[in-house]
């Protein structure tokens, strides 16, 4: 069982290395969606330190959703899709791993290059430090509870903007939270409640989602 | 099983709904325009005004009942659309269709009035409390249930991957439905509870009692109408169908 996780996920990531430019485009929206807000708002660095947590996590948010259109559709159009759904292992799990493999792929580069773009809007070290930590927890719930839209919308016409009206709803919990514990942490206040929920989601996104996602393409693959 | 007995699984049979389901809707429709004279004219001419709010309280019978509808109708959309998935009944999966326009309606009208309210009782019509919030999330997810299902051509299909989705939406309910508890916020805490007298006075109570049950009424009414129309469309090309609507022109 093991075995088979481990190839699925070797060859996701060795496709995804032969074409960086796909991971790159992801973190370049990243970049360039939070460069726009000084230039929106002003240059005042107290203003941009107060917006600073939800800037980056709305950026976040949508650099994941753009992202999440390719998590299936590419094993979708060349049939390896329909190849998984017949695989003796639980789809489920091979969901899970698709979906760590995204998150490895999109997710965990914005996590790196976030404290880069911490610093231009301003926060404070330890800030930083917690705005890592919730983005580090935060992200994986993003591919998780995006992997159903994906998958729910997967070959539909027009199934981009369909995925935002979607998935982004039921993106507010971990926004809530990751944002508020850097905006705790701003206002001298301990940022643990926030991570320790964030961490709590995280735990039932693993168990729950990989099923839903698992029924979606079952339903989609029909 | 007596032959007296109602046998509730006749109704799954498309046929059969539709005839029921033609006999129920005018006495629905009845019940809704008298629920709705009473609760109107209770709660807006025999109940007293409000001891802090003065009148403008009186948008309580109007929002209380579809911030209850709103959470209710999602909750049935979603047990309907699970029974339909995993049972394969397809009446379910027609009823799970015909709920979203009701449940999107309650949900924006209870935005709506809650801003009406909200302007002369806390000064803004809207603010990012935590139930108005998921409140709004509430009307997201009925329109990207609504916008999934229209999305997919294949009838089955629809009705399953919407499924999926109500389903995984479900997790909302109880945000809003706790929200005034969890989360100190503007929004005041429940007046009526199951467990405990409401506080409120008794007329108060009751109109807003006869208004939820208008609500009811005229939801059950609309989205019987919706499912019938659903049905033929489903079932379009079934010799009943065209028996049917021979009998009626």
């Known amino acids: 069982m093991f075995r088979s996780v481990f190839a699925l996920l070797r060859r996701d990531l060795t496709l995804a290395l032969r074409r960086p430019q796909d991971a790159l485009t992801v973190v370049g929206f990243f970049v360039v969606v939070v460069a726009l807000f000084p230039l929106g708002v002003g240059p005042d660095p107290e203003f941009l330190r107060t917006l600073a947590p939800g800037v980056l996590w709305v950026a976040a948010l949508l650099a994941t959703m753009l992202s999440l259109e390719r998590l299936f559709s590419d094993d979708y159009r060349d049939g390896t899709l329909e190849q998984l759904l017949l695989v003796p292992e639980p789809l489920g799990l091979l969901v899970l791993t698709k979906t760590a493999g995204h998150w490895l792929i999109t997710g965990l580069p914005l996590v790196l290059i976030s404290p880069l773009l911490a610093v231009q809007l301003n926060l404070g070290a330890e800030e930083i430090l917690i705005l890592m930590l919730a983005l580090l927890l935060g992200t994986p719930i993003l591919s998780l509870i995006g992997a159903i839209g994906a998958a729910l919308t997967l070959g539909l016409r027009g199934g981009g903007v369909l995925i935002a009206l979607l998935i982004l709803p039921l993106y507010v919990p971990p926004l809530i939270l990751g944002s508020g514990a850097v905006d705790a942490v701003m206002h001298g206040a301990s940022a643990q409640a926030h991570l320790s929920l964030l961490g709590a989601l995280l735990a039932f996104a693993l168990f729950a989602t990989p099923w839903a996602t698992a029924a979606a393409l079952r339903i989609m693959l029909d | ?249």
């Open chain 2, 1 to 249: 099983m007596s032959e007296r007995g109602i046998q509730w699984f006749r109704f799954t049979a498309p046929a059969n709904f539709y005839d029921l389901a033609g006999r129920m809707i005018p006495w629905f429709a009845g019940l809704t325009v008298i629920l709705f004279v009473i609760g109107l004219y209770l709660g807006l001419v025999v109940a007293p005004p409000d001891y802090q709010q003065g009148d403008s309280y009186r948008i309580i019978y109007i929002h209380v009942p579809a911030a209850w509808m709103s959470m209710f109708l999602y909750v049935l959309m979603a047990v309907y659309a699970g029974i339909g998935l995993v049972w394969r009944i397809k009446m379910a999966e027609v009823m799970a269709k015909a709920i979203a326009p009701t449940g999107a309606l309650f949900t924006f009208l209870a935005l709506w009035t809650g801003a009406l309210w909200g302007r002369p009782t806390w000064g803004v019509y809207w603010v990012w409390d935590a139930r108005l919030t998921s409140e709004l999330i509430l009307l997201f997810l009925y329109l990207g249930y609504m916008a999934l299902h229209a999305a997919i051509d294949d009838r089955q299909r629809a009705a399953n991957a919407s499924a999926v989705l109500a389903l995984v939406g479900v997790v909302n309910v109880p945000i809003i439905y706790f929200s005034v508890q969890w989360w100190n916020t503007l929004h005041q805490g429940a007046s009526i509870t199951v467990t405990e007298a409401p506080t409120m006075a008794t007329i108060m109570f009751v109109t807003l009692l006869i208004m939820t049950l208008a609500c009811w009424m005229y939801s059950i009414a609309v989205v019987l109408a919706r499912a019938r129309i659903e049905v033929l469309e489903r079932e379009r090309r079934a010799r009943w169908v065209r028996e049917r609507l021979e009998g009626e022109t």
